[in-house]
């Protein structure tokens, strides 16, 4: 357990030291101390484990040359202390400008104790609430646990009486939703948008086949609902196994889908594909959507209802697919799918990535994990798609797998070197314009309306950017190479920097 910053600063014991936050008050409202401790030990930080509140007199600290002080400030964030509060009552000094300095660069608190405090009482006070707080979780949490256990003593193992059970204990929306997103059981009020809490898997027969999530308010107690979670998964679980207790196929899909995403392969991965219904030869394409930091069985379900025949699994912050595809014509039902996914995840406000398709089984970890590069490129760069395609990505993951730094600097040099300078005197997205161009066939009027931009403007680009590569590339056998660089320049993400104005 912990306690805001804040509440320590505003009252108590340390409310007599007169604290004054000089440094990282940005950090301030958001953190939280999990311990109070004082120490004049200068090479304190690799004893500390994060959330102290470390109280130091300061005459060793400020004995130091700046140089170290400022190293001091950034040894103890790298520790994700909570703050540092220094005791400056009777010197007659303030604190030095540098160690403030470094105090708000690391967004380390640093508080200066302007009157003389007992530090022992201090830590004394604060750490008593601390551990009363603690075992006051503990408490509630062994409660319910012997709430639940007596609710299934006389109710039998049934899902949705607990969840609801939790729910109001605790006050907070709970949910099981298994691992293809379908939602299993729901209680408690709805959250607010944004709302996130603590999840935790739920495992049937050693195998991960849902997540059991609680999601309290703006004042919820969220290290009090991790406590509590970690200590009924297991009564939840076995309710879960005794009602939805998933079939081998569904559990070999999963295992399947555990084996690529660890880039796996071999016979166990035919073998899981022949259980899972797959054939082991057939094309299969790997998709993900990047999941929001609280959590959302949205996605899954969006995605479930667009592509039916899709495989999926939640691996933290994503949602893996698995898509079989036919035999004889896949490149026209990728196309579909392709269109489907992206409506179906922008409607969400998500974004993903389709990798490229896999001959068979064993290639589908390769096919997934080019799908997350294709991810990270399409996000850096300023196209604007839902679902990024890993086609449209190939010259960059290529380069980025196969060609040096500097090979790449020199053909992107050979190539556009004297536009890639005009466009960083004037920001005016040359290289995108000549990128964005090239890729619609030489269209201007497609151009223009990617773009945003009115065919006029677009026709004073081109004007430009012809001068700088040595004139309209079109009937000259460059258009290829042209491409070629500004898709190198689109992947390179120092290049990319070089260019914002």
Partial sequence: MS???SEILAGGVLSLGAPVVIGGASAVGRARVRWVHSSEVLE?????????????GGAALLALKPAAQV???WSLASRRVAALAVETAGTGRHLPAELVAAADEAGLPLVELRQVVPFVEVAEAVNRRIVSGQVNALQIADRLSQDLTERIASSGAQLSPLVALIAETLGVFVRVVDTRGSLLAVAGPEPMEGAHGPETELAVGGIGVARLELIGGPAADVELLETVIARVRSIVALALAQQHRPSLARLAEDELLRLIGAGGGGDRLVELCQAAGIGPEQPVVMAVVRRPAEGSADIEQRARQALPSARLIVDGAWVDMLIPLPAPSHHAERELLLGELRQAVSRAGLTGALGPTAATIRQAAFSLAEARVTWRLGRSSKWTDAIHDASDFLVERTAERSLPRGVVDAI???????????????GGELVRTLDVWIA???NATESAEILFLERQSLHKRLRRIFGAIGGDPRGRGKLGGLAFAAKLVRGNAQLREDLRP
């Fill in 3 to 5: 306690l805001p910053l």
């Fill in 44 to 56: 304190i930080a690799p004893l500390l484990s994060g959330g102290e509140l470390l109280l130091t």
């Fill in 71 to 73: 190293e001091y400030v």
């Fill in 412 to 426: 992107v040099e050979e190539a556009l070197g004297e536009l890639i300078r005009l466009d960083q005197r004037n």
């Fill in 440 to 442: 619609s066939g030489c």
